[in-house]
């Protein structure tokens, strides 16, 4: 596992955008934590190159951890489904020598956290 942390302060509109490092490998985890941003922050984070969703949420008060994971499909591109009508299949996000986006909203005026981007390389 490697783990890059991304320090993440918002403008005085409560906005902010960062970047990981080049990153290649399957996310294990996201942690955020929390240092100052205000209650209600939301976050959208993706990866920079494809625009794939990593983690979304919105009106986060505390620290957390998120174990993110994508639907897989057939070759066909048929959802996988444990069973018919079931529950998606989902695997780990991977990136191959591309960047975490997070971006963030209504986190208040100069306010700071920290994201732990865990990859199983």
Do not use: C
């Not at 005085?12 to 240092?35: E, F, L, M, N, W």
């Not at 205000?38 to 986060?60: P, S």
């Not at 299949?89 to 986190?107: M, T, Y």
């Amino acid at each position: 596992m490697r783990r890059y942390i991304v320090p993440v302060t918002t403008a005085a509109d409560g906005t902010a955008t960062a970047y990981s490092p080049g990153i290649s490998g399957k996310i294990h985890s996201i942690h955020y934590v929390k240092t100052d941003f205000a209650d209600g922050v939301d976050f959208t984070i993706t990866a920079e190159t494809t625009g794939e969703n990593i983690w979304t949420e919105a009106n986060v008060n505390a620290a957390a951890v998120r174990y993110p994971r994508a639907s897989t499909h057939s070759q066909a591109g048929v959802a996988s489904l444990y069973a018919s009508g079931g529950t998606a299949v989902q695997a780990p996000i991977g990136l191959g020598a591309d960047r975490v986006k997070i971006v963030l909203a209504q986190g208040g005026n100069a306010k700071s956290g920290v994201f732990h981007i865990v990859v199983d390389r």
